[in-house]
């Protein structure tokens, strides 16, 4: 019976594939990194909401921009852009850790035969 430890070893056992053991590093790499860029944005929409939003405003409101506070606009627009910005921050590390991986997708290499 093969020990299943990552979510890419049930993806892979799911899809009737057998992860290899010179591959289960490669997997076990790929997750961690995965894992780590997904806790490092958690961490930024966290400071974001609750830091920018709630726990600095009256510090932040010191400051005026566009002509209101600025504690009161990170909590009302600034949050939005940044969580927008970090969704294509996202994306475009996801697009670099699959190609670092060999785990991207190019819809040129797929052959309709």
């Known amino acids: 019976m093969t020990a299943v430890s990552s979510f890419g070893d049930w993806l892979a056992i799911a899809e009737g594939n057998h992860v ?10 790929y997750w961690r990194a995965n894992f780590r860029l997904i806790v490092g944005l958690l961490v930024v929409w966290a400071s974001v909401s609750f830091g920018a939003g ?5 510090k932040l409101n ?7 506070p600025f504690g009161f606009w990170m909590a009302h627009q600034g949050s939005i852009y940044v969580f927008v910005v970090m969704i ?3 994306a475009r590390r996801m697009d670099v850790l699959d190609h670092r991986h060999k785990l991207d997708t190019d819809d040129d290499e797929v052959d309709d035969a």
């Not at 010191?62 to 209101?68: C, K, L, N, S, T």
Request: avoid cysteine; charged fraction near 20%.
């Open 20 to 29: 290899a053991e010179n591959n289960h590093e490669h997997h076990r790499a």
């Open 54 to 58: 709630i726990l600095f405003v009256e």
């Open 62 to 68: 010191e400051f005026q921009f566009f002509g209101v």
């Open 88 to 90: 294509f921050f996202y």
